[in-house]
């Protein structure tokens, strides 16, 4: 299993020794990007916070340790967040 499978439906943030989606969560698909095919935890998220898209934290951007990674609703689908760039 190469990396990319292992992180396939990974919580974003969540502890690795437990990575799955959690029952009556609410979760978005990241696309793109450093950050491609983990799942991020929208539950406790406002829409309006969410509309413009979200800067997440990881060390494997363009801008290493520090860096964020943007990510985007997807026109038409809410259930996927599309990388738009890395942040300083």
């Known amino acids: 299993m190469d990396e990319l499978e292992f992180m396939r439906g990974r919580v974003y943030g969540a502890d690795h020794d ?18 491609d095919g983990l799942l991020l935890d929208v539950t406790d998220r406002l829409e309006t916070e969410l509309r413009g898209g979200v800067g997440l934290p990881t060390e494997m951007g363009r801008y290493g340790a520090g860096g964020r990674a943007l990510y985007v609703p997807r026109a038409g689908d ?10 300083p």
Not at 18 to 34: F, K, Q, S
Not at 78 to 87: A, I
């Open 18 to 35: 437990d990575p799955g989606p959690r029952d009556g969560r609410l979760y978005v698909e990241l696309a793109g990007g450093p950050l």
């Open 78 to 87: 809410g259930s996927v967040f599309d990388w738009r760039g890395d942040l």
